[in-house]
């Protein structure tokens, strides 16, 4: 009897040391691509429950879908392109000497920033709504089609939109602020929504505008939220208004006054 128990327990199976390795959804992965400068780096499908995902060198990259918990490029020669939706649960860093393509959304969370240095034209189609600072510091122009969303935002080069864009800083902080530098609208409209203790700066001039919305969000949590009204000149001067916006305006445009319940 007891030869019998001892068989019977050797045939049942041992469960595996690490109750982890079987979900694959409870681990995050690094992914590191070393791809040599003169060499393409081509995913045609997504990259799902990464951890960090870096690409530390390339003559041009090309991505769809990636969900990740950051996402650096340190460099790409010729391009970068990201054809899906970018979810990714830290910070977004993506370099280039070359050019940088964000057709898809891109979404951080857990106060992910996202700063793009681009060499050469960044092009963005899809809307960007980023949980920390959104910065643009490279020296490349930049196509922008979609809106921005962050708690502050900064751009180093002239923006050429394609299609009308609302330019949110969404925190309530003295750092709430958003600077450009000169901005061709295309005959498209252009919204500024900064939060009430942000600063708006725009260091260029706005060319071919549509309607240019200009308004500060005050928030109250379970009161009514109205939109402030800021000043509108139609010349070439500077103004400052009772809530921390700076505008310059010096080419024919629109000013649609915005006062609503959100």
Do not use: W
Not at 31 to 38: L, Q
Not at 234 to 252: D, I, K, R, V
């Amino acid at each position: 009897l007891f030869l019998c128990f001892f068989v019977f327990f050797l045939m049942i199976r041992r469960p595996p040391r690490s109750t982890l390795f079987p979900y694959t959804t409870l681990f995050r992965s690094n992914i590191t691509f070393t791809i040599d400068s003169a060499g393409a780096l081509v995913l045609a499908g997504d990259i799902t429950n990464g951890g960090v995902v870096t690409v530390t060198d390339a003559d041009t990259a090309s991505f769809q879908a990636i969900t990740a918990d950051s996402l650096i490029t340190t460099d790409t020669t010729t391009s970068q392109q990201f054809a899906g939706a970018l979810a990714i649960a830290g910070a977004v860093d993506l370099n280039s000497t070359g050019a940088v393509t964000l057709a898809g959304t891109t979404t951080t969370t857990n106060s992910g920033a996202v700063t793009i240095t681009n060499g050469g034209l960044l092009t963005i189609s899809g809307a960007v709504d980023a949980n920390g600072v959104f910065t643009q510091d490279g020296a490349g122009a930049v196509t922008l089609g979609a809106n921005i969303t962050a708690p502050s935002m900064s751009f180093a080069s002239d923006i050429t939109q394609t299609g009308n864009v609302v330019y949110t800083t969404d925190v309530s902080a003295a750092d709430s602020d958003a600077s450009f530098q000169a901005i061709d609208a295309g005959n498209h409209n252009i919204t500024f929504t900064i939060d009430s203790a942000g600063a708006l700066a725009v260091a260029g001039d706005i060319t071919n505008g549509g309607v240019v919305t200009v308004r500060s969000e005050e928030r109250r949590v379970g009161k009514e939220c109205r939109s402030r009204l800021s000043p509108y000149p139609l010349n070439n001067s500077h103004f400052l208004s009772s809530t921390p916006l700076l505008l310059p305006f010096s080419a024919p445009h629109s000013l649609l006054p915005v006062f609503a319940r959100l």
